[in-house]
């Protein structure tokens, strides 16, 4: 069965400074990609995917990410963090055939100083 | 845009009872979802329905179940609440030709006593 794993549980980054959160997966073939992002109090929010194709893709609110085969990894990145991308994200993976389902890692909460 | 709706934000119950959360969505989608969301557990998945009265486990079933009687609506069932069914519930759902792209609901706090 396919896993996500997102080894920091927190991060913390001034505003203005580059992001990156990390999130590592489990699987023979090549799964679906996404991150989402979740503000407190809120649902989730669909930041980008990966499906096929180029693999660095691009987000809304200035977010990419880039697919590593080789690393079983798609990592999120931002050059510049604002205050406001202070939120949980998560990183899930959908696999074919495996019945429209999501696994989702277990979240990193990012916390941005001012 | 697709819109999701959660019944209430913010519920208590006691042990015991029996709790519906109810969910809508607006874009004529087939496929609905209920995650639970726990401190350091990340989403995980409880049922899921491809279409109106057809539904599928997800990863922890127990203790709860699902009613699908119209497509827009997706109902949540704890046939006896037990505390350790406190939790932040999330519903989403999803179009048959990109399923794995879902949207969510505000979810709803449950709080068992």
């Known amino acids: 069965a396919q896993s996500v794993t997102q080894p920091d549980i927190h991060i913390t980054v001034s505003e203005g400074a580059s992001l990156e959160l990390r999130c590592n997966y489990s699987?023979?073939?090549?799964?679906?990609l996404f991150w989402y992002v979740q503000s407190p109090g809120q649902g989730l929010q669909l930041l980008l995917k990966?499906?096929?194709?180029?693999?660095l893709v691009q987000g809304i609110k200035g977010f990419e990410a880039e697919f590593k085969r080789s690393q079983s990894s798609f990592n999120l990145r931002k050059p510049s963090v604002h205050w406001s991308d202070a939120a949980e994200y998560f990183c899930a993976v959908g696999v074919t055939g495996g019945g429209n389902k999501l696994t989702f890692g277990t979240g990193t909460q990012l916390k941005v100083e001012l | 845009d697709v819109k999701v709706t959660q019944s209430s934000r913010y519920l208590v119950k006691r042990t015991g009872e029996k709790v519906f959360l109810e969910c809508v969505q607006d874009m004529d989608h087939e496929n609905m979802f209920w995650y639970r969301q726990d401190p350091g557990l990340g989403l995980r998945l409880i049922y899921f329905s491809y279409d109106v009265k057809m539904k599928e486990k997800g990863d922890i079933p127990e203790g709860y179940s699902v009613s699908r009687e119209k497509k827009e609506r997706f109902s949540l069932i704890l046939e006896s609440a037990s505390t350790n069914q406190t939790s932040m519930y999330l519903c989403?759902?999803?179009?048959?030709?990109?399923?794995?792209?879902?949207?969510f609901g505000p979810g709803t706090r449950l709080t068992v006593t």
């Open positions: 990966y499906f096929s194709g180029d693999t």
């Open positions: 699987y023979g073939a090549t799964p679906y």
């Open positions: 989403a759902s999803s179009r048959p030709g990109n399923p794995y792209e879902q949207y």
